[in-house]
C-alpha cells in the first residue's frame, strides 16, 4: 500500500476497490453506497464519482484531472480532497492499489 503522505507517489498509484467491496447506488434510497462484510457505508455523490473511478486503471491524477473538468476547483485542492478521501477509504481496508 502506497503511502499517502508522499506526494508522488500518491501521483502514480492506482487506486481500486478491494474485492470486500462493492459500489451500488441503494435500490430503495436511490442514493450512493459502499457495501462491505461488516457494513453499508452511505457515500456522497462526489464521492461515489470517485470510487467508480478506482478500477486499478486510473493514477489519483487521472482522477483529479476527470473531476476538475466537472468541478470548479483549483486542481491542488482537488487533488488534496481526493487524497484525503482515498485515505479514509484506505484505511477501513476496502483500497488495493498498484
Known amino acids: 500500500m502506497p503511502d499517502l503522505s508522499n506526494s508522488s507517489r500518491r501521483s502514480f498509484s492506482r487506486p481500486c476497490l478491494a474485492k470486500s ?9 436511490g442514493k450512493p453506497v459502499l457495501l462491505c462484510q461488516e457494513a453499508v457505508i452511505q457515500i456522497n455523490r462526489t464521492g461515489y464519482e470517485i470510487l467508480l473511478q478506482c478500477d486499478g486503471t486510473r493514477r489519483v491524477t487521472d482522477i483529479v484531472e476527470e473531476l476538475e473538468t466537472r468541478y470548479s476547483l483549483a486542481k491542488t485542492t482537488l487533488f488534496r480532497e481526493v487524497s484525503e478521501y482515498l485515505e479514509q477509504i484506505d484505511q477501513r481496508g476496502l483500497l488495493q492499489w498498484s
Open 21 to 29: 467491496a462493492r459500489l451500488q447506488i441503494d435500490p430503495v434510497s
